[in-house]
């Protein structure tokens, strides 16, 4: 089990760079695959990126190049660096476990004007 407390969205023109930001309270931080995912307005959730144990990270193609996950142990935080935004990267964004997904958060809303 886990709880993820999500922030750092926010409104960025296209082109623009956020970061974003999740508080993970749970065991075994180091060890846990984690994930970013994101609901576009009137879609399904998505997988965008995800990062495991060991620090290797996974993008989904459509962000490949332009997202960064990465994570602080230490601080138990995972974060989104997106950069050269789209408007088709407006969504809401949640963090949760890659495998055997926790209950979600309230997640951060990002938009992105053209």
């Known amino acids: 089990q886990g709880q993820f407390v999500e922030s750092g969205g926010g409104l960025v023109q296209a082109g623009g760079s956020l970061r974003l930001s999740c508080a993970v309270s749970?065991?075994?931080?180091?060890?846990?695959?984690f994930a970013w995912y994101r609901q576009p307005p009137g879609k399904q959730r998505e997988l965008v990126a995800s990062?495991?144990?060991?620090?290797?990270?996974n993008y989904a193609d459509n962000v490949q190049g332009r997202f960064s996950i990465y994570k602080d142990n230490n601080r138990k935080m995972v974060y989104l660096q997106m950069n050269s935004l789209k408007p088709d990267d407006t969504a809401a964004y949640y963090c949760?476990?890659?495998?055997?997904?926790?209950?979600w958060g309230q997640g951060t809303q990002v938009t992105v004007s053209s």
């Open positions: 990062i495991n144990g060991h620090g290797v990270s």
């Open positions: 949760n476990f890659l495998n055997g997904i926790s209950s």
């Open positions: 749970t065991s075994f931080f180091s060890l846990i695959d």
